[in-house]
């Protein structure tokens, strides 16, 4: 059975539309209105082995703030329904993460506990038609509506592209890791019977 999680979250500043498989192939269909993040969902996608649906309309008149902040928002609960009990997955994930001269550090518990830690300095305001500072607050985003814990550590900055991509891949990457099922784990993997 696919753990997939559909969301659809509409404001006045917003609409989303989203459905995330975890059990996917890097499938995706994604339109933001803002072409360096959907590169980069289209990179946590495929580097994730998820599958991901997403249209997003946004006050993009404004600026890009709203759109990135409430598609993490919506990733973040999609997140939280497919893993749904989280019987059986390894729940943690880390991965360090080359990307050409840049190396980031990304680990997750998916412990059911939202924490943050994002210790990575950007050096330009924008990449393409993406507010750099964004990407901070999209990942705080996930992090809180998941219930997950979250930190990335720039080990080696550099270009700013080549770090935003970093780590979004090793997102990917370490998300991926803690949603495997492991056959070992019978009920859920904490000491305290829950998550």
Known sequence: MERTGHVVRKTKETEITLTL???GAGIYQIDTGIGFFDHMLEGFTRHGLFDLDLKANG????????TIEDTGIVLGEAIKKAVGDKKGIKRFGSVILPMDECLVLCSIDLSGRPYFVYDVELTTDRVGYMDTEMVKEFFYSISYSAGMNLHFKMLTPGNNHHMIEAIF???AKALDQAVIIDSRI???????GTL
């Open 21 to 23: 498989n975890l059990d």
């Open 59 to 66: 006050d993009l008149i404004v600026d890009s703030h709203h």
């Open 169 to 171: 891949k090793s997102f």
């Open 186 to 192: 019978d009920d859920v993997l904490s000491t305290k």
